[in-house]
Each structure stands twice: as C-alpha cells, then as structure tokens.
C-alpha cells in the first residue's frame, strides 16, 4: 500500500490524536491558565454539554496577557467559537489540508454529533509519518535545497 493511499483512507484516529482538556465555558481565564499549566498542555476544549463551543491556545493566552485583560473573564470571552474541527471518520490527508491552508497546530477532533473527542497536533502528524514513511523523514538534509559553493571531494 502506497504512503499517499495512506494519507486518503487512515482516519485522523491514527495521527496519534491527544486527549482533549475541557473546560466550561464559564470559568475564568485564570482557572483555564492553571489548568493548562497542570495539563501541560498548550490549548483546552471548551464545551458546553459535551458539544464543543470553542478552544483556546497558547497563542491566546499570551495575546490576553499582552493587552492586559482582565483574567477573571470568562473563558466564552476570549476562546475562538466555533473552531475548525476534523470528525473522527475525515483522513488524515483531509487533517493536514486543513491544517495547511489554515495555519493551524492543533484541530479538535470531534464525533458526528458534534461531541469533543480529542485534539490533533502537528507533533501528531509528524509522528504518523515518520512511522509510515521512516527513510524519507529520517534522511531529509538540515537544509533541503541546500547548494554546495565548492565542490567536496577529490
């Protein structure tokens, strides 16, 4: 079976999805920061019965805490609604398009139904291709289009 076939019919379960940390919408900025930290994680879920609502990153965080936002706040406040997601059943090949096109590093992965199941990251991927594609990934020069000024050897 070829690398390519792979990436179209492996579902997005196979990229080594993490669990997702969920919060409620609800609580606090400060309390969603402690538990990222307790986590080690850098991005929660927030979920509203079971069905995700939004996420919030790392990124977020520190765009929070660069305008001096009250931490108090709600995280409904400061997370991104409605994010893009990937179902469960979509491929891998269809994860690292969105994730492309997108800029994204982590996409929630969630059920038919609309329910948080896990998170997808880029370290998620690469490891899904090193494991299917180990000679390609393991001999990729520092510098891919790197050119020799001189020329090596006798």
Avoid: Q, W
């Avoid at 491929?91 to 992965?109: C, D, E, F, N, Q």
């Avoid at 490891?127 to 020069?141: A, I, N, Q």
């Amino acid at each position: 079976m070829s690398f390519e076939l792979h990436l179209k019919t492996e579902e997005v379960i196979r990229a080594h999805p993490a669990d997702a940390v969920c919060v409620d919408p609800h609580d606090s900025v400060r309390s969603v920061l402690h538990r990222m930290k307790e986590e080690r994680t850098g991005s929660v879920l927030i979920t509203s019965e079971e069905k995700l609502v939004g996420i919030f990153t790392e990124r977020d965080a520190l765009k929070l805490l660069a305008r001096g936002a009250d931490l108090e706040t709600p995280i409904r406040d400061a997370m991104v609604a409605n994010p893009v997601t990937v179902l469960v059943s979509d491929t891998v090949s269809k994860a690292i398009s969105i994730m492309s096109h997108g800029g994204y590093r982590r996409l929630p992965v969630v059920d038919e139904a609309g329910h948080a199941i896990s998170i997808l990251k880029v370290s998620g991927i690469l490891r899904y291709l090193v494991e299917h594609f180990p000679d390609v990934v393991y001999t990729l020069p520092p510098e891919p289009h790197h050119h020799t000024k001189t020329r090596e050897g006798a």
